[in-house]
């Protein structure tokens, strides 16, 4: 930033603008004696008193005054007062749990209201936009989630009478199965696709007949939509193994984790393929001339120079990939593969949202932290970015 | 010494290069100067084998290159191009230092041998050897790349419009440089171009290239004298040759020594171009010059008769 006024921040100033609104106007907790009631909704004002809930208001007043003129120096107090007021998020659910669930009832159970997921969303685009301010990147920004995160998981005794906490009480032992399923279908898939988009992405290099073949039967697959290949896939393994011993002997069915793996394996593979092939063929012609004009024979070529000059673009496919089978594997729970669709689907059925929640929000997080450190491993081997000092050139 | 007999090579039905004959005496810097797809830069990748010929013969000291495995033939040639071809992956000193572990030298002669070569192209090593190609300027990259054709000593330097990417400015230093280090290495260079003052100003031999032949070949003067077709004449500039002509001759070549008479008072150094005098001239009015040495003082004068030539073989001016 240079030395001329620092402007106003419209992003920041509208941001805590509307949080101030939704904390005050939308309700943060509902509570209810049991499962099957419907909750009542208690705002902030209602839990703490006006003058409480508008003391609470002070660090969002603050960000507004701050961002009327954001130097560097403020915007480094606006990143702490937003990472507070983040971290501090569930001590409100504490609070409501404390004042509004009555101990006699150990079914009563404490729903996360509208306010506080808004607050949430809010805070973090606070977070995202002070941080691309101040231009902060690798370890620094990577330190914002994992303080945030941390403070979270200390306040976590304090929150055992939330409805989202008693749905995982009951299940422990299934969530964390589910956990693993899904990390093990998503983890297999995307390896097995790797492997295989590898090796036809190698295969199309050899022949533009089978480049045009292998793109038409992959975009294809693309466009089937993912419960139909996973009913297109019932009947054929059904009958393989029926036909073959050793398949069922090893748990391929019609349903369960087999076709899962195979639609998500499809679905994978164009990703893959595309970045590799694209990967491969967009090595500088320059750098390859040179590297045979100094005498590198073709596999030194493809070792040395072709496939470190392709590895961040192939990992920017494992990325995508990895993104989109990590929701995709969600419906697979849909024909028994398990996973931690099973929650959402268990939830939807039975109405009761936080049994969606505890399924949706680890997926969520999953996507969230391998989208995170597969860009962040991409960005570390790509050395074309690497501007001299004055910036991008 | 490079010799080509014969050599065609063809792309489908089109015919590159056309039965070409050429010889590279060794210590020679040989210019192939044409039009795009005149096939100069594909008879330049002939002679490492990149592209192999069809009919004929290239030798090296004497032994046809088919003789050697096409890799062991391309580490013993140094190869440099228009878009440089560093690895953006690896750091100067790793580009630099590609050929000699190709060709397993240990690692400590590897390291000697990348920093006397960076201190031959004028980049510090405690600078420049650990950057990335990315941080480099165009001229610093060419230098890399330079400086990674030289890596292993070889007696053969083959480039490709080296210099055909920088601005003006860093060309002319670059062209300079590599005088230069010419004149204290004495490689066999043949050296690829569009840009004819470049030829000009770099080369001890041209040799003019159209549709896959050799038009005319000769020192640049003999060229620009004796131009062998339009087609010469107008690649070498048409009228302004005279005054290319001008720019490849120096003072010192058409100065007279110190007559009585009153000295002029524009002067021109002794190492300056005939086309630098001319500017001198123009610039102060005067149709003489004192020609001065390094200290400034007077050795010499030239007049405009002298370098037009009117009075070189005795009819001189009085």
Redesign the interface.
Known sequence: MSRREAPLNRVVMALSLVATATWLALPLASVAPNRIVPGTAHTATDLLGWPLALLACLPLVALMALSRRLDRVRCHLALALVLLLLMALPGWLAIASQWLVDPELPQARLGIGAAWWLSLFWLSLMLIELRSRLALVGWRAALLPVVVATAWWLQGAWLGSLALGQELDGRRGDFLEAVVDHLLLVGGAVGASLVLGALIALAMRQSPRVERLGFAVLNFLQTIPSLALFGLLLAPLAWLAARFDWLSAIGVSGIGWAPAFLALLGYSLLPMVRNTHVALSEV?P????????????RG?VFR??RL??ALPVVIEGVRITTVQAIGLTAVAALIGAGGLGSFIFQGLGQAAMDLVLLGALPILAMALVADALLGALARRLD???????GGA? | MIELKGVTKRFGDETAVDAISLTVKPGELCALVGTSGCGKSTTLRMI?R?IEHDEGEIHIDGRPIREFDG??????IG?A?????????WTVARNIG??PR?LKWPAARVRERVEELMGLLGLPVDQFADR?P????GGQAQRV?VA?ALAADPDIL?MDEPFGALDPITREGLQAELRDLQSRLRKTIVFVTHDMDEALALADRLVVMKAGHIVQQGTPLALLRAPADDFVASLLGGDDRGLKEAAITQVAERMLPLSPRLLPQARVHRDATLRQALAVMFREHADRLAVVDDEAMPIGELSLRRIVGAGRDGSGES
């Not at chain 1, 320059?286 to 024979?297: H, I, K, P, Q």
């Not at chain 2, 890799?71 to 013993?76: S, V």
């Not at chain 2, 990315?134 to 300027?137: E, K, R, T, V």
């Open positions: 500088d320059g750098v390859l001339e040179a590297a045979r004009g100094m005498g590198m024979g030194q040395q120079v470190p000059l050395h074309r970015r690497l501007a001299s000092p050139p | 490492n990149l890799r062991l033939l391309r580490r013993r190869y191009i228009q878009s440089t071809g560093l690895f953006p992956h590609l050929v190709l990335y990315a941080q480099l300027s790349g990674r083959l």
